[in-house]
């Protein structure tokens, strides 16, 4: 008997989505909970799941296609895998070896294109912008077929040296034209408003790191031990940022219309660079958290993106958000709203530099800070205000054990 497969529900802020990539086709069989389907949302990839042991009997929704929430995309059959599907395995085998002996015949064009095409729409998407060839690539799947992994494999795999230098002639310098992600046109679209839309301004400052420095290295196997949680710098900005929020409210605020809205909690986003693109998810009630459990918390929030786990319920919200560039060893940058909210930090690599201390030059682990905000909403007496209350705290970590 035949099952509908739907989309998702999706939440009030997603209106639709797009398919992204069919793991299945068409009589071929699946196992329970195992992912046939990935549909790609302006904020998140969301996985459709079997509902049980069965064949895809049909698919309605395809690659590229636009879905609404809970609309259907598949047709599903319970139970044994079908003869049409045993006998598409063999075929789908037979292929492949055939692929394999024209291979070896001379690897044409058209054979390349073939083998290409033989392959699962996840496999052959790998194939297309990796830039990879099919007959490259050594398939370790049923039959010899191509998984992703193995495409991923071989791009991991260091370039054999060339005999000698090729020559190319001119005319042959090649390009290629890929679809903007829902997700990568997403994030374009809201910097580009950000930009266009406030009144962006970045003030600078720089800190001393080696108080804080010298904590971790002092404290980190304890903290490790007693918490199960590496001690890192996020977790000092965030609770410096926090404390700072709370002395400069406007900074934690937001405009909604012709309306301030004044927030009375600390959710602070920390920007997570993935694959797929830039990605904010939130940490809540920050003041209520202690160093090990927003660390905890970011480490969990990394692995998530990392996998293409996250939801959307874990990047909705935010007061403020933090900004790391240091991590790709960026020195100074001007980071861009994360809107509706009106101000964001960014941090940048830690280097020393020569600094006068009282009258004697040393070198010391100097980071410069960089705040971006809505001047609409934040004077600069308040921007510069926020900035050297969380340089005082970071170099004095004190303060912020004692509250100070």
């Known amino acids: 008997m035949a ?14 989505g797009t398919i992204a990539t069919w793991h299945k086709q068409p009589g071929e069989a699946v196992s329970r909970d195992e992912v046939i389907c990935d549909i790609e949302t302006d904020k998140v990839v969301l996985e459709v799941v079997a509902p ?36 598409q395995a063999v075929q789908s085998e037979e292929k492949v070896e055939q692929a394999a002996a024209n291979t070896e015949a001379g690897n044409s064009p058209i054979v390349e294109r073939q083998q290409v095409q033989d392959q699962a729409p996840a496999v052959r998407k790998a194939l297309t ?25 071989h791009q991991a795999k260091p370039a054999a040296p060339a005999a000698a230098p090729l020559s190319v002639a001119v005319g042959e310098r090649i390009e ?22 406030t009144a962006m301004l970045t003030t600078f400052n720089e800190v001393n790191m080696k ?32 404390e700072a929020l709370k002395r400069y409210p406007a900074v934690n605020a937001s405009i909604d219309g012709d309306d301030i809205v004044y927030h009375g909690y600390y959710d602070i986003g920390v920007a997570v660079s993935s694959e797929r693109g830039l990605v904010v998810p939130v940490l809540r009630d920050t003041d209520r958290m202690n160093y090990a459990e927003v660390e905890n918390g970011i480490r969990a929030y990394a692995a998530k993106a990392r996998d293409g786990k996250l939801g959307i319920e874990d990047m909705t919200g935010g007061t403020f958000t933090i900004t790391n560039g240091g991590t790709f060893g960026s020195l100074l940058s001007t980071p861009i709203l994360n809107t509706p909210q009106t101000a964001i930090l960014g941090m940048h690599k830690i280097q020393e530099r020569p ?23 934040i004077d600069g007496k308040e921007a510069v205000g926020f900035l050297v209350t969380i340089k005082e705290l970071l170099e004095e970590p004190a303060r912020l054990i004692l509250d100070l």
């Open 3 to 16: 099952t509908e497969i739907k989309a998702p529900v999706f939440p009030e802020s997603v209106a639709d």
């Open 52 to 87: 049980a042991d069965g064949t895809l009997a049909s698919i309605i929704k395809g690659e590229g296609d636009t879905v609404l929430s809970a609309e259907v995309i598949a047709q599903f059959e319970e139970g044994a895998v079908s003869g049409a599907a045993q006998t």
């Open 129 to 153: 912008e990796s830039g990879v060839a099919a007959a490259d690539v050594a398939g370790t799947g049923r039959g010899g077929r191509i998984t992703k992994e193995d495409v991923a494999n």
């Open 176 to 197: 290629k034209r890929v679809p903007m992600t829902r997700l990568r046109k997403r994030v374009a679209e809201r910097l580009l408003a950000a930009t266009q839309e």
């Open 211 to 242: 108080p804080i420095m010298e904590m971790r290295a002092q404290y980190k196997d304890a903290f490790e031990k007693r918490h199960g949680a590496r001690l890192g710098f996020m977790s000092f900005f965030v609770k410096a940022a926090t």
């Open 355 to 377: 600094m006068a201390v009282n009258g004697q030059v040393e070198i010391l682990p100097m980071m410069y800070l960089a705040l971006s905000y809505d001047h609409r909403l």
